[in-house]
């Protein structure tokens, strides 16, 4: 059974940096591509955004056009990804969670259209 588990989230100020994790139990996750998405706050407001994308191996990464400043990373024997947020603005405030897709793709859509296994989000709250 699939389990992906966020960790690392908090309350920062513009400007900081926090890394999140991504631990991905089931053995079979390690032949998927995991993602990076988020959902900003409000009932009325954005839906879950892509956000970066990573390859079973780690070898290829893409990133949304809108995120240049978060790097994406894995650890295959620790069953691990990883996102690295620099210089956060108000605007990245949102529930982040992590995503198990079979395919690697450079197309947004893609991610949002094909991940099969989420975990349940850890919160980022960027204020001054």
């Known amino acids: 059974q699939a389990h992906l588990v966020e960790s690392g989230g908090g309350s920062v100020q513009p400007g900081a940096s926090l890394r999140l994790s991504c631990a991905a139990s089931?053995?079979?996750?390690?032949?998927?591509?995991i993602g990076w998405f988020r959902q900003p706050p409000g009932p009325a407001g954005p839906e879950r955004e892509f956000v970066a994308g990573i390859n079973w191996n780690g070898d290829s990464t893409y990133y949304a056009d809108s995120v240049s400043r978060f790097s994406i990373s894995r650890d295959v024997a620790k069953r691990m990804v990883y996102l690295q947020m620099n210089n956060l603005k108000l605007e990245d405030t949102a529930v982040y969670y992590c995503a198990a897709n079979r395919g690697f793709s450079r197309s947004d859509s893609y991610w949002m259209q094909n991940a099969e296994y989420w975990g349940q989000g850890t919160q980022v709250t960027v204020s001054s």
């Open positions: 089931g053995g079979f996750l390690d032949d998927y591509a």
